[in-house]
């Protein structure tokens, strides 16, 4: 879960909101499913679904912010 305070320490500058506003949502959802999973006993079947679903969201996030990143820098137009 550091990853994210190091993206957004390192380029917090260079990232547009709507970027940091994604990478806080994944933050969070990581916290969430972290305090899940340490919870005593094993997670019910809505516990299950709630974890897959922030696991595919965070999925997401991460894919389409590094897309961006990706365009902004010009990787791959050679």
């Given at each position: 879960?550091?990853?994210n305070g190091y993206l957004s320490g390192r380029w917090g500058d260079r990232l547009?909101?709507?970027s940091k506003d994604s990478l806080f949502r994944?933050?969070?959802l990581l916290r969430s499913?972290?305090?899940l999973l340490g919870?005593?006993?094993d997670p019910g079947p809505d516990?299950?679904?709630r974890l897959a679903r922030s696991c595919q969201?965070?999925?997401e996030i991460l894919s389409l912010e590094q897309g961006l990143a990706t365009k902004a820098a010009g990787v791959g137009n050679g």
């Open positions: 879960m550091n990853h547009p909101k709507k994944a933050q969070g499913m972290h305090q919870a005593a006993g516990d299950k679904a969201e965070v999925s």
